[in-house]
């Protein structure tokens, strides 16, 4: 099966900017009906728990999807799927646990426990789909793994809004949440049998388990940071004020992650082409700076048009969530960064300089922890809001300018900011 041709890269891309596309849709009912019913203090509420579930997540992310990959060369793919399903199964059990405590030791009971007990199972169901998802994506076919996500997505968009027409508790927004998980992986097994019909029976093989934890280790530690960095404003939100601002926090963090959604796809879809010119440094170097300049250029733009937009989609929305614009406009600075170094990530792993990235991140959790936790008691939101910024720059930008393997990229970087370099010919 020639699975690695130009057409099925492509093919897999388009499903995956499908697969985003249609995640902004349901963001966008969840923004304008979920939130706008529940109002900002149980929204935030809800949104509090779903940040201590993602940072008690980084336990998982020791089974990490690139090196699991790399193991379909010398592995048994059935013993593979079965070992890092098993693996991702039982952090995320110890994840439960450790969240049981946490509900214990907690001043918040009651709403606040229900809807972490129930996250927590969902996040559980969620890692039962790893080790298939993960085949699914090495043989670039991500349109099974889209489709089981959305099907389940889009029911699971229904029944809120069922529960926003029955009024019914936010608990059930969880509740919810959990059948769509549920769905999605019965539509992902019935189309993994379809698939791989001749597998053989699983068993436990802790080598194989050992050794992906083992190289993970690196990329599970920058990705901690990178969750650690990115959700503990919310997060110290709710510890040093209150769910209520969570909740307006929470909608200027979901509108910016609509202006962040092609991240991904123009990561993937560009990697496979960096690793091409890379054989012709020239090349390489014209095609980095034109597509960062593009890129950046592209954010700007769209920030720019989304503060016109702004004030007619918060009509929409209750006043209490008004505040939520300033924050909003204070983050997408960050964005700007984000998309300036939307090709870092791939030339530090095409260069073999990743530790890069993982000391990078690690600076940036300790920074980004202080920040907040000195600028939320004195500013409230807008403090957490210039953590985030102050971070997202030193993380992404001003740190590529200490190290001599990064100074290409910060040298793009900079030079980026000039649009004149996306219409500059090749030599």
């Known amino acids: 099966m020639?699975?690695?041709?130009?057409?099925?890269?492509?093919?897999?891309?388009?499903?995956?900017?499908?697969?985003?596309?249609?995640?902004?849709?349901?963001?966008?009912?969840?923004?304008?009906?979920?939130?706008?019913?529940?109002?900002?203090?149980?929204?935030?509420?809800?949104?509090?728990?779903?940040?201590?579930?993602?940072?008690?997540?980084?336990?998982?992310?020791?089974?990490?999807?690139?090196?699991?990959k790399k193991q379909y060369f010398r592995e048994d793919h059935d013993q593979i799927v079965f070992n890092i399903t098993a693996a991702?199964?039982?952090?995320?059990?110890?994840?439960?646990?450790?969240?049981?405590?946490?509900?214990?030791?907690?001043?918040?009971k009651g709403v606040?426990?229900?809807?972490?007990?129930?996250?927590?199972?969902?996040?559980?169901i969620k890692n039962f789909r790893f080790g298939m998802e993960n085949r699914f994506e090495y043989f670039l076919q991500s349109k099974k793994v889209v489709l089981a996500s959305n099907v389940g997505l889009f029911v699971g968009t229904l029944l809120q809004l069922y529960a926003v027409l029955n009024k019914m508790s936010i608990t059930y927004i969880a509740v919810v949440q959990t059948i769509s998980t549920l769905l999605s992986l019965g539509i992902l097994y019935f189309q993994y049998v379809q698939e791989f019909k001749n597998r053989s029976k699983g068993?436990?093989?802790?080598?194989?388990?050992?050794?992906?934890?083992?190289?993970?280790?690196?990329?599970?530690?920058?990705?901690?940071?990178?969750?650690?960095?990115?959700?503990?404003?919310s997060l110290m939100i709710g510890?040093?004020?209150?769910?209520?601002?969570?909740?307006?926090?929470?909608?200027?963090?979901?509108?910016?992650?609509?202006?962040?959604?092609?991240?991904?796809?123009?990561?993937?879809?560009?990697?496979?082409k960096m690793m091409e010119w890379y054989e012709e440094p020239k090349r390489y170097e014209e095609n980095y700076l034109r597509i960062t300049s593009l890129i950046t250029w592209i954010s700007i733009t769209g920030i720019l048009?989304?503060?016109?937009?702004?004030?007619?989609?918060?009509?929409?929305?209750?006043?209490?969530?008004?505040?939520?614009?300033?924050?909003?406009?204070?983050?997408?600075?960050?964005?700007?960064?984000?998309?300036?170094?939307?090709?870092?990530s791939s030339h530090f792993t095409i260069t073999h300089n990743g530790k890069i990235l993982m000391v990078t991140q690690l600076i940036t959790v300790i920074m980004n922890i202080i920040l907040n936790y000195i600028l939320?008691?004195?500013?409230?939101?807008?403090?957490?809001?210039?953590?985030?910024v102050f971070s997202q720059f030193v993380s992404l930008f001003l740190s590529n300018a200490f190290y001599k393997e990064a100074r290409f990229v910060f040298k793009n970087q900079i030079k980026a900011f000039n649009p004149a370099y996306i219409f500059k010919r090749k030599h």
């Open 2 to 68: 020639n699975s690695r041709s130009l057409e099925a890269i492509f093919k897999n891309v388009a499903w995956l900017i499908f697969d985003k596309l249609f995640m902004l849709g349901m963001n966008m009912v969840v923004i304008f009906v979920i939130a706008n019913f529940y109002g900002p203090e149980k929204y935030g509420l809800f949104q509090y728990a779903v940040n201590i579930v993602l940072m008690l997540e980084i336990i998982v992310q020791l089974v990490d999807g690139r090196v699991v």
């Open 88 to 108: 991702k199964v039982l952090l995320s059990s110890a994840v439960l646990i450790i969240g049981i405590v946490i509900m214990l030791l907690s001043d918040r």
């Open 112 to 124: 606040f426990s229900a809807l972490l007990f129930i996250l927590m199972v969902d996040s559980i």
């Open 203 to 233: 068993h436990i093989n802790r080598t194989l388990i050992y050794r992906i934890i083992r190289e993970s280790l690196p990329l599970a530690i920058a990705s901690a940071a990178c969750v650690i960095y990115t959700r503990c404003d």
């Open 239 to 272: 510890i040093l004020l209150s769910t209520l601002e969570v909740g307006i926090y929470s909608i200027s963090s979901k509108l910016i992650s609509t202006i962040q959604i092609l991240i991904i796809p123009i990561q993937t879809t560009i990697f496979v």
């Open 305 to 344: 048009c989304s503060f016109l937009i702004l004030p007619f989609v918060f009509k929409m929305l209750k006043p209490e969530y008004l505040p939520a614009i300033e924050i909003y406009k204070l983050m997408s600075i960050s964005t700007i960064f984000t998309y300036n170094a939307v090709l870092r």
């Open 376 to 388: 939320i008691k004195l500013y409230g939101m807008r403090g957490a809001a210039v953590a985030t």
